[in-house]
C-alpha cells in the first residue's frame, strides 16, 4: 500500500473517477463493457489506498492499449467443461472481463457442487488481485486466486529472473464484520510499489532486489532497470510463485511467466499469463456456521495483540473515500484529464 505521488491533493467522488477511468479506456481503444470492468477495478484501488494498483497505472495501460499488445475489445469465450469447472479464453483481452463473463456460471457451480473452479487463458491481468475474489466473500462464499506475471523474479538459490511476482488472493465471509481479505505478491514487494518508489526519490529495505549485475540493492531504480525481485521468505515465497506458475499457466493453458515476447509491442506492460480461482461454498461443510467460526479467529487474534488484520487498512481508507471522496494527487487528475484529450500515450 503506497501514498499518492507528492504535491496537493484532490478528493473526487468514487463515481466521479470511476467516469473519467472508463471515458479514457473508451477512448483510447476498449468497448463500453471492458472500459467499465477496468474503470470500476483501478477507481476501487484508487479508493481503497492501493496507489501503486490505481490512477498511477493509467498511462501504462493506455501505452499498452496503443501498442497492440492487448485488445480491448475482445469478448471473452465462456465454456462449461465439467459440473465444477469453467474455462474461459479471454481471446487476448483483460482477465477481469474474463471473469465477469464467467461470474454467475462460477457461482451455481459452487453452490451446486460445494466448490468450482474457473481458469481464465489468452489474458492479461490488470491491476489489484484482491478485488476479484472479494465480492465473493460478500456473498458468502470463500474464494482464492492466483495469477501469474512477467518474469521479474529470481527462484531462491538461482542466478537470473524466471518467475513473476505471482501474486494470491484470498476472501471469506466474517459474520458482522467486513470480509477476511489478503492480497500478496509472493516478490518481496509489488512490481508497482518498487515503480512509485522510484518516482519518489525513495530507497528500498534490504532483500527487496538485486542489480543487473546480481548484486543486492536498495535503488529500485537498480531493481527496474535491468535488476530483479527476490521472493519474500527466501525458500518459501519462491516455491509458493513457483506453485502461482503451476496453477495459473500450466493448469489454465496460460503462458508461464517467461513464455510470451513483446519485444515488438513497445509500450506493453501487461503480462499475457493466466488466471485461476477456486470458490467454496462453506454452508456444504459448515451450514451457516463458517462466517460465525470466522469472526472467532478475528477476535482471538485481536485478544493474542494483533491490532490489523490483513487487508484491513483497506477497509479503513475505503471509509474515508465514501465520506470525503477518492484521493488523487493534483498531478494525477491533469494526467487523466490530458490522456482523455490525446489520441495517444503521453
Not at 41 to 59: E, I, K, L, T
Not at 175 to 186: K, N
Request: net charge negative.
Amino acid at each position: 500500500m503506497s501514498a499518492p505521488s507528492t504535491g496537493p491533493v484532490v478528493r473526487v467522488p468514487l463515481a466521479q473517477l470511476q467516469e473519467r477511468l472508463q471515458q479514457i479506456f473508451q477512448r483510447h481503444g476498449c468497448s463500453e463493457a471492458v472500459a467499465a470492468v477496468l474503470a470500476a477495478n483501478c477507481a476501487s484501488a484508487q479508493r481503497d489506498g492501493a496507489h501503486s494498483h490505481g490512477v498511477f497505472r493509467m498511462p501504462g495501460y493506455v501505452s499498452t492499449l496503443a501498442s497492440g499488445w492487448v485488445d480491448g475489445a475482445a469478448v471473452p469465450e465462456v465454456k462449461d467443461v465439467a459440473p465444477a469447472f469453467v474455462r474461459v479464453d479471454a481471446k487476448g483481452g483483460f482477465a477481469q472481463p474474463a471473469l465477469a463473463a464467467a461470474r454467475t456460471l462460477l457461482v451455481e457451480k459452487a453452490r451446486q457442487a460445494g466448490i468450482a473452479v474457473l481458469a481464465i487463458h489468452n489474458s492479461h491481468h490488470f491491476a489489484a488481485l484482491w478485488p476479484d475474489v472479494e465480492p465473493f466473500a460478500e456473498e458468502g462464499l470463500v474464494a482464492l486466486s492466483v495469477v501469474n506475471s512477467m518474469t521479474c523474479v529470481v527462484p531462491h538459490g538461482a542466478r537470473k529472473p524466471l518467475f513473476g511476482t505471482n501474486p494470491i488472493a484470498f476472501a471469506a465471509p466474517c459474520q458482522g464484520l467486513d470480509p477476511i481479505v489478503f492480497d500478496m505478491a509472493t516478490s518481496a514487494m509489488a512490481h508497482g510499489d518498487v515503480q512509485i518508489a522510484a518516482r519518489q526519490g525513495e530507497q528500498l529495505s534490504p532483500g527487496v532486489g538485486v542489480d543487473a549485475e546480481g548484486e543486492p540493492t536498495t535503488d529500485p531504480k537498480a531493481i527496474l532497470e535491468g535488476g530483479a525481485l527476490l521472493p519474500f521468505g527466501g525458500h518459501k515465497g519462491s516455491a509458493l510463485s513457483m506453485m502461482v506458475e503451476l496453477l495459473a499457466a500450466a493448469l489454465t493453458g496460460g503462458h508461464f511467466s517467461w513464455e510470451f515476447d513483446w519485444s515488438q509491442h513497445p509500450g506493453a506492460k501487461t503480462p499475457w499469463t493466466g488466471q485461476l480461482i477456486i470458490v467454496i461454498d462453506p454452508s456444504k461443510a459448515e451450514g451457516g456456521r463458517f462466517a460465525e467460526r470466522s469472526r472467532a479467529l478475528v477476535e482471538q487474534m485481536h485478544a493474542a495483540g494483533l491490532s490489523r488484520l490483513p487487508g484491513e487498512r483497506r477497509f479503513r481508507e475505503r471509509a474515508v473515500s465514501q465520506r470525503e471522496g477518492v484521493a488523487v494527487s493534483e498531478q494525477e487528475w491533469q494526467g487523466l484529464e490530458r490522456l482523455l484529450a490525446s489520441d495517444r500515450p503521453l
